[in-house]
Structures are given as C-alpha cells and as structure tokens.
C-alpha cells in the first residue's frame, strides 16, 4: 500500500468538511486496536508544532486505551465509503466487541506510531499525545453544557452523555493519503 505524503494543513477543509459527518479515532493498547466516530476535533499550530485535538468523554473504552498507549490515528474518509463503519464505530462499545472486524476495516501499518491506519478512511494523521485536559463543565456556558453535557442520562451511555471531555493533543507526527 502506497501513502502519499501531505502536509495536514494542506487538507484543513477537508478534515473540517469531514469531521460533522464523522471520522475515526483510531487507538491501540497492547494487540487490542478499535476505532471510535469523532464529530470534534481541532487541526493547529501550538508550541509551534502540528497538533490535532481529539476530545474523547472520559468513561470512554478510547480513554482507557490513550491512558495504555497516549498515541492515535485520525482516519478521514476521502471519496465514497460505507455508512456502516460510522454506524458500527459510533454506536457500538470497542469495550464489548472488535470493532474493526465488525465495521469490515482494513487495518495498515503505520509509519512513526505504533497503532494502524485505516484503508477505507485514506487519509491518515499519525500522532502522539504531547498534553490532555479534562474539560471543566463548571467553567462552560450553560448554552453548550446543557446542548452536549445533559446530567440526566447515564455516563456510560452512547451518544447523549452527561461526561465531560479530555482533550487530547496529539502531535501530528507523520501525515499522508494511502492510495
């Protein structure tokens, strides 16, 4: 498998297009892999280095893994893909199930990180966790804590959850598109 690399901020609207409909978390801990749908995330410039901020809920099974392993790929679809991968990687528990295998993912060796790429979500940023902060919903506007951060659902629940956020910043340490 070809990559062909890019410069991230090259594909910022593509990312930013990409992310309301959903892309991937991709984590890894010891031979566990599993992907989780992200319709949040930032592309920047801090410390001056590329960094991409994924927010994951605390209770999350992607949590348990970046606290193992404090690396992931972002995996961004490029062209036509199969709506069931955001169904199966947003609405079922990697704690539970093999997602990957579910979801019918093709996973690809990755160049600097130790957890793969996604073949059917081509375009890929390698990164390395440099800083995470738990969101503070006490310092939030109540316009956004009561829209995403609703305290009367369960905090394991998918989907509408009360858990606040980690940011996790990752490095941005290899980028490219697999062809």
């Known amino acids: 498998m070809e990559k062909m690399k890019i410069v991230p901020f090259d594909y910022a609207k593509d990312i930013f297009a990409a992310l309301p409909k959903g892309v991937l978390l991709t ?33 999350r099974f992607t949590r348990e893994q970046l606290d193992k392993n404090p690396e992931f790929t972002v995996n961004v679809p490029v062209g036509p893909y199969d709506k069931k991968i ?10 539970n199930m093999d997602k990957i295998q579910a979801a019918g993912l093709t996973l690809v060796a990755p160049e600097v ?22 969101q503070d919903l006490a310092a939030l506007t109540p316009k956004f804590k009561d829209a995403c951060y ?7 629940a998918v989907g509408s959850n009360r858990d606040a956020h980690i940011a996790y910043y990752g490095e941005i340490v290899s980028a490219y598109i697999l062809k």
């Not at 073949?119 to 738990?134: A, D, G, I, M, N």
């Not at 609703?150 to 394991?156: K, W």
Request: aromatic share 8%.
């Open 150 to 156: 609703p305290q009367d659902v369960d905090g394991s």
């Open 27 to 59: 984590t890894k801990a010891g031979d566990n892999v599993n992907s989780m749908v992200i319709g949040w995330g930032t592309l920047g410039l801090e410390w001056q280095t590329p960094i991409f901020i994924a927010f994951v809920r605390e209770h």
């Open 86 to 95: 955001i169904g199966v990687c947003g609405g079922k528990c990697g704690r």
């Open 113 to 134: 990180v130790s957890v793969p790429a996604v073949r059917e979500f081509p375009l890929t940023l390698e990164c390395k966790v440099v800083y995470s902060q738990q």
